[in-house]
Protein backbone atom coordinates (compact mmCIF):
# COMPACT_ATOMS: atom_id res chain seq x y z
CA UNK A 1 0.00 0.00 0.00
CA UNK A 2 2.30 2.44 1.16
CA UNK A 3 4.68 1.62 -2.25
CA UNK A 4 1.66 2.53 -4.62
CA UNK A 5 1.11 5.94 -2.17
CA UNK A 6 4.09 7.00 -2.86
CA UNK A 7 5.62 5.96 -6.21
CA UNK A 8 8.54 7.22 -7.64
CA UNK A 9 7.54 9.46 -10.84
CA UNK A 10 9.14 8.64 -14.14
CA UNK A 11 11.77 10.25 -15.68
CA UNK A 12 9.37 12.59 -18.13
CA UNK A 13 7.11 13.20 -14.65
CA UNK A 14 10.14 14.29 -13.46
CA UNK A 15 11.14 16.69 -16.18
CA UNK A 16 7.53 17.56 -16.48
CA UNK A 17 7.71 18.63 -12.58
CA UNK A 18 10.81 21.03 -12.84
CA UNK A 19 9.11 22.31 -15.62
CA UNK A 20 5.86 23.09 -13.85
CA UNK A 21 8.20 24.45 -10.85
CA UNK A 22 9.66 27.02 -13.17
CA UNK A 23 6.29 27.84 -15.64
CA UNK A 24 3.77 27.50 -13.30
CA UNK A 25 1.38 27.38 -15.81
CA UNK A 26 -0.61 24.63 -17.73
CA UNK A 27 1.90 23.90 -21.35
CA UNK A 28 -0.02 22.59 -24.54
CA UNK A 29 1.65 19.27 -25.70
CA UNK A 30 2.49 18.20 -29.52
CA UNK A 31 3.92 15.36 -30.16
CA UNK A 32 6.19 14.16 -32.91
CA UNK A 33 5.65 10.87 -34.67
CA UNK A 34 7.80 8.03 -33.26
CA UNK A 35 10.34 6.23 -35.68
CA UNK A 36 10.61 2.86 -36.89
CA UNK A 37 13.09 2.32 -34.31
CA UNK A 38 11.05 2.70 -32.11
CA UNK A 39 12.25 5.48 -30.74
CA UNK A 40 9.79 8.17 -29.95
CA UNK A 41 9.18 11.24 -31.58
CA UNK A 42 10.07 14.39 -30.14
CA UNK A 43 7.32 16.55 -27.85
CA UNK A 44 7.14 19.98 -27.88
CA UNK A 45 6.05 21.68 -24.32
CA UNK A 46 4.67 24.98 -25.75
CA UNK A 47 3.89 28.01 -23.26
CA UNK A 48 1.80 30.96 -24.81
CA UNK A 49 2.30 34.69 -23.52
CA UNK A 50 5.66 33.18 -21.66
CA UNK A 51 7.58 35.02 -20.50
CA UNK A 52 5.37 37.63 -22.18
CA UNK A 53 2.59 38.25 -23.28
CA UNK A 54 3.04 38.00 -27.06
CA UNK A 55 5.40 35.79 -26.67
CA UNK A 56 5.63 31.79 -27.39
CA UNK A 57 8.21 29.36 -25.53
CA UNK A 58 8.79 25.98 -26.39
CA UNK A 59 11.06 23.23 -24.69
CA UNK A 60 11.53 20.09 -26.30
CA UNK A 61 11.44 16.53 -24.71
CA UNK A 62 12.83 13.25 -26.59
CA UNK A 63 16.45 15.11 -28.00
CA UNK A 64 17.92 13.62 -24.70
CA UNK A 65 16.71 10.26 -25.53
CA UNK A 66 19.40 9.55 -28.69
CA UNK A 67 22.95 9.46 -28.07
CA UNK A 68 25.74 11.53 -29.24
CA UNK A 69 29.50 10.53 -28.42
CA UNK A 70 30.32 14.27 -27.34
CA UNK A 71 27.73 14.14 -24.40
CA UNK A 72 29.46 13.42 -21.20
CA UNK A 73 27.98 15.60 -19.05
CA UNK A 74 24.34 15.42 -19.63
CA UNK A 75 22.04 15.41 -22.72
CA UNK A 76 20.41 18.13 -23.91
CA UNK A 77 16.93 19.43 -24.73
CA UNK A 78 16.55 23.10 -26.71
CA UNK A 79 14.27 25.89 -25.47
CA UNK A 80 13.24 28.33 -28.18
CA UNK A 81 11.70 32.10 -27.31
CA UNK A 82 10.25 34.81 -29.48
CA UNK A 83 8.11 37.48 -29.93
CA UNK A 84 5.24 35.96 -31.91
CA UNK A 85 1.88 34.00 -31.32
CA UNK A 86 3.41 31.58 -34.49
CA UNK A 87 4.05 27.82 -33.32
CA UNK A 88 5.76 27.72 -36.39
CA UNK A 89 8.42 28.14 -34.12
CA UNK A 90 7.88 25.95 -31.46
CA UNK A 91 7.34 22.72 -34.08
CA UNK A 92 10.14 23.56 -35.88
CA UNK A 93 12.38 23.31 -32.39
CA UNK A 94 10.67 20.20 -32.09
CA UNK A 95 11.76 19.16 -35.48
CA UNK A 96 15.11 20.15 -35.29
CA UNK A 97 15.73 17.89 -32.25
CA UNK A 98 14.06 15.14 -33.71
CA UNK A 99 15.84 15.67 -36.89
CA UNK A 100 19.21 16.10 -35.61
CA UNK A 101 19.11 13.29 -32.78
CA UNK A 102 22.26 11.62 -32.16
CA UNK A 103 24.12 13.89 -35.21
CA UNK A 104 24.42 17.18 -33.66
CA UNK A 105 26.04 17.59 -29.98
CA UNK A 106 23.70 20.91 -29.75
CA UNK A 107 26.71 22.52 -28.02
CA UNK A 108 27.04 26.48 -27.27
CA UNK A 109 28.13 27.95 -30.34
CA UNK A 110 26.68 25.27 -33.00
CA UNK A 111 24.95 26.53 -35.66
CA UNK A 112 22.07 24.89 -37.99
CA UNK A 113 21.25 25.80 -41.66
CA UNK A 114 17.49 25.11 -41.53
CA UNK A 115 18.01 25.64 -45.17
CA UNK A 116 14.14 27.33 -45.44
CA UNK A 117 12.00 29.88 -43.98
CA UNK A 118 11.34 28.95 -40.47
CA UNK A 119 8.52 30.87 -40.65
CA UNK A 120 5.89 32.71 -43.10
CA UNK A 121 6.75 35.58 -40.95
CA UNK A 122 10.38 35.90 -41.13
CA UNK A 123 12.93 35.22 -43.48
CA UNK A 124 15.22 33.61 -40.81
CA UNK A 125 16.57 30.30 -42.06
CA UNK A 126 18.77 29.01 -39.31
CA UNK A 127 19.41 28.95 -35.78
CA UNK A 128 22.24 29.80 -33.16
CA UNK A 129 22.87 27.68 -30.01
CA UNK A 130 23.44 29.04 -26.59
CA UNK A 131 22.27 29.24 -22.89
CA UNK A 132 18.65 29.68 -22.32
CA UNK A 133 17.96 33.26 -21.66
CA UNK A 134 15.14 33.47 -20.22
CA UNK A 135 15.91 30.73 -17.32
CA UNK A 136 18.17 30.81 -14.38
CA UNK A 137 21.65 28.27 -14.22
CA UNK A 138 19.82 26.22 -11.58
CA UNK A 139 16.94 25.76 -13.74
CA UNK A 140 18.60 24.76 -16.73
CA UNK A 141 21.46 22.82 -15.89
CA UNK A 142 22.01 19.13 -14.55
CA UNK A 143 18.41 18.89 -14.20
CA UNK A 144 17.66 15.38 -12.61
CA UNK A 145 14.99 13.02 -14.16
CA UNK A 146 16.41 9.74 -12.19
CA UNK A 147 18.27 8.50 -15.03
CA UNK A 148 22.30 8.14 -14.91
CA UNK A 149 22.45 11.09 -16.65
CA UNK A 150 21.33 14.87 -16.55
CA UNK A 151 19.34 17.31 -19.06
CA UNK A 152 21.00 20.57 -19.84
CA UNK A 153 18.22 22.26 -21.39
CA UNK A 154 20.33 24.56 -24.40
CA UNK A 155 18.31 27.67 -26.14
CA UNK A 156 17.64 27.81 -29.88
CA UNK A 157 17.98 31.04 -31.09
CA UNK A 158 16.79 31.75 -35.14
CA UNK A 159 18.90 33.67 -37.21
CA UNK A 160 19.66 34.55 -41.18
CA UNK A 161 21.98 31.86 -42.42
CA UNK A 162 24.10 34.61 -43.65
CA UNK A 163 24.65 35.23 -39.90
CA UNK A 164 26.26 31.88 -39.83
CA UNK A 165 29.45 33.49 -41.38
CA UNK A 166 29.99 36.31 -39.42
CA UNK A 167 29.41 34.35 -36.09
CA UNK A 168 32.48 31.76 -37.70
CA UNK A 169 34.29 34.51 -38.38
CA UNK A 170 34.27 37.08 -35.14
CA UNK A 171 32.76 34.33 -32.61
CA UNK A 172 29.55 34.19 -30.63
CA UNK A 173 30.14 36.46 -27.86
CA UNK A 174 30.90 39.83 -30.36
CA UNK A 175 27.85 38.36 -32.45
CA UNK A 176 25.73 38.18 -29.38
CA UNK A 177 26.75 41.88 -28.43
CA UNK A 178 25.89 43.15 -31.72
CA UNK A 179 23.53 46.13 -31.14
CA UNK A 180 20.95 44.66 -34.18
CA UNK A 181 20.97 41.25 -32.29
CA UNK A 182 17.43 40.76 -30.71
CA UNK A 183 17.33 37.91 -29.00
CA UNK A 184 13.25 37.43 -29.70
CA UNK A 185 12.79 40.05 -32.49
CA UNK A 186 12.14 37.35 -35.70
CA UNK A 187 12.37 40.19 -38.00
CA UNK A 188 15.29 42.12 -36.23
CA UNK A 189 18.19 43.55 -39.11
CA UNK A 190 20.31 41.16 -40.56
CA UNK A 191 24.14 41.14 -38.83
CA UNK A 192 26.35 41.78 -41.98
CA UNK A 193 30.08 42.26 -39.77
Known amino acids: MLKRLFKKKTPVEQYLAHLDRIFQTEPEFFKGDAHTDGTPGVTNIVYRDVPEKGMITAITYGLSLGNHPDWKLGRP????????????????????????????????????????????????DAFLVFAPSILERK???????????????????????????????????????????????????????
Not at 85 to 98: K, R
Not at 143 to 156: P, Q
Open 77 to 124: ELIITVDSNDTSWTQVAGYVADTLRGNCPFFYGNTINFREKISDESEM
Open 139 to 193: DFANIEIGLDYKINIAGLYPIYASEMDVIAKNGVEKFWKHPNFDLYNVNRKRITE
